[in-house]
């Protein structure tokens, strides 16, 4: 069974190899058309036969998800913290040796499959020598940055957006507004205030970076996405049976605060302060379409949003870092891994109904405490 974290990834990287494979079939039948234009054929050429056509299709397709893996698992990690223009500078280099190397190996390949002999055979070699000084080498480079030019395109636009943002926008799942049933897990920095005035506006912003940063990878692990970040506050939703499921949404609050802890003492070191949080958690109904006219955007709409709200916000109220709603305990599945602890009837700001309110303890045994649903 894939974790939520390797199926993502999975996600991602795929949209690479198919950009590859498009753009690999394009460059293929422009070539193949100017040499059958062609009265006198370059002794580099290959000749596009079927069983090159499938080695070359599955080639720039595991190439295309290669440089995908790159840049998901490594490239990603590896430079995010640099500026943009380092990122190119780097990246032009490391994906120029790239080409390189991967044309060395495909185009003996290739040539082989052509001639029927073996890749290292020295017809293959001269072949491939008097390859480097055609036009179609050119080409062929020239295929291989655009193609990389479209990945980084995609890349960036599923970075701003957010990879589920922009299939959804791609498919038109939204372009209709559709009822679904959501968990919303609004989130709030404590002390935030405070900590702003002590830091400074720079230094805040930085430390807001590094504390939305340590909470993706629990996010992700967890099936949840990322609706908003507003200021300190983020908010992260689920479609209920991902929220429900193994209790995502209580342990991803859980993995979030493990997350913090771990990286205390950089916090110390470049902040003077650890951040924490408390949260509130729903479950219900919203309408979810594409709104706007000059900025596309995917929303939400619901009143189970401004619940949520008023619920994060009674946590100092009732001295709770978490707090969940009565409808959204009722559906979980909580082990004796929790203690499930209720707070009474509460009355939200705004509403005349009162809620049931529970706060949640994580342990490794069941007590007197427990409420079981």
Not at 46 to 72: C, H, K, N, Q, R
Not at 253 to 259: I, N
């Amino acid at each position: 069974m894939l974790s939520p974290k390797t199926k993502r990834n999975i996600a991602r990287i795929i949209p690479f190899g198919v950009i590859w494979l498009l753009v690999g079939w394009f460059v293929l039948f422009v070539q193949e058309a100017a040499i059958e234009n062609q009265s006198v054929i370059t002794s580099g050429v290959i000749t596009l036969t079927t069983e090159v056509f499938v080695f070359a299709s599955i080639a720039v397709f595991f190439v295309g998800l290669l440089v995908g893996s790159i840049e998901v698992l490594w490239l990603e990690n590896l430079f995010g913290q640099k500026s943009l223009s380092k990122k190119i500078l780097y990246k032009t280099g490391f994906y120029t040796v790239f080409m390189f190397i991967i044309i060395g190996i495909t185009y003996p390949i290739a040539a082989g499959l052509e001639l029927n002999v073996s890749p290292f055979d020295k017809s293959v070699w001269q072949k491939f020598s008097d390859y480097l000084l055609t036009l179609d080498f050119l080409s062929t480079l020239v295929s291989m940055s655009f193609s990389l030019f479209l990945c980084f395109f995609y890349a960036g636009i599923s970075d701003n957006l957010g990879h589920g943002v922009m299939m959804n926008f791609f498919t038109g799942k939204y372009h209709k507004p559709t009822e679904e049933e959501r968990i919303f897990l609004f989130c709030d920095m404590k002390h935030s205030t405070t900590i702003a005035e002590r830091l400074g506006h720079v230094k805040y912003f930085e430390l807001l970076r590094k504390y939305y940063s340590d909470f993706s990878d629990s996010i992700i692990r967890h099936s949840g996405e990322v609706y908003q970040y507003i200021g300190d506050e983020i908010v992260i939703s689920w479609k209920s049976k991902d929220g429900i499921k193994n209790n995502n949404c209580i342990n991803c609050f859980f993995a979030m605060k493990k997350d913090l802890k771990k990286n205390a003492d950089r916090y110390l070191s470049n902040f003077g302060v650890v951040p924490t949080f408390k949260a509130g958690l729903h479950l219900g109904e919203v309408t979810t379409g594409e709104i706007g006219a000059l900025k596309k955007e995917i929303i939400f709409t619901g009143d189970v949003l401004n619940t949520t709200a008023r619920i994060q916000g009674l946590c100092n109220q009732l001295n709770a870092e978490i707090l969940v709603s009565e409808d959204l305990v009722k559906v979980l599945s909580l082990n004796n891994r929790f203690n499930v602890v209720p707070l009474g009837t509460t009355g939200l700001k705004g509403k005349e109904q009162k809620m049931e309110l529970f706060t949640i303890e994580r342990t490794l045994f069941k007590n007197s405490r427990s409420r079981t649903r």
